[in-house]
């Protein structure tokens, strides 16, 4: 099977400040379905108000990262058997965060 990454920037969600708990809620819901459905990887937002470093490898930080590189907003991982089931999931995604999502595939490696 495959793994597929389901995400959305942060600036693509925008909920009325009474609707972000019906929307937790309704992703949630969807989160748990994945679950009881067996196709759960993992899944989580990135913390914004923590800033990445980038990390060499001798071990030193830099506050310096990519050119280009950002990670914001939600992101969950589903490991399925096609494409178009991967699509349905992001569609399920879409409507309880109400806003599109970005679907990408990870590249197979046979040790994960």
Excluded: H
């Excluded at 950002?70 to 589903?78: K, M």
């Excluded at 096609?82 to 409507?95: C, G, P, Y």
């Amino acid at each position: 099977m495959t793994k597929y990454l389901i995400s959305f920037p942060s600036e693509a969600m925008i909920v009325p400040e009474d609707e972000l708990q019906a929307v937790a809620d309704a992703a949630r819901a969807v989160i748990e379905q994945a679950k009881a459905a067996g196709v759960y990887v993992f899944g989580g937002g990135i913390n914004e108000q923590v800033a990445p470093v980038l990390v060499a490898g001798d071990g030193s930080a830099s506050p310096q990262i990519y050119p280009g590189s950002q990670l914001r907003g939600g992101f969950t991982i589903l490991e399925l058997p096609t494409r178009d089931e991967a699509m349905a999931w992001a569609r399920r995604l879409a409507v309880a965060c109400r806003c599109s999502q970005e679907l990408r595939e990870f590249m197979y490696d046979p040790a994960s």
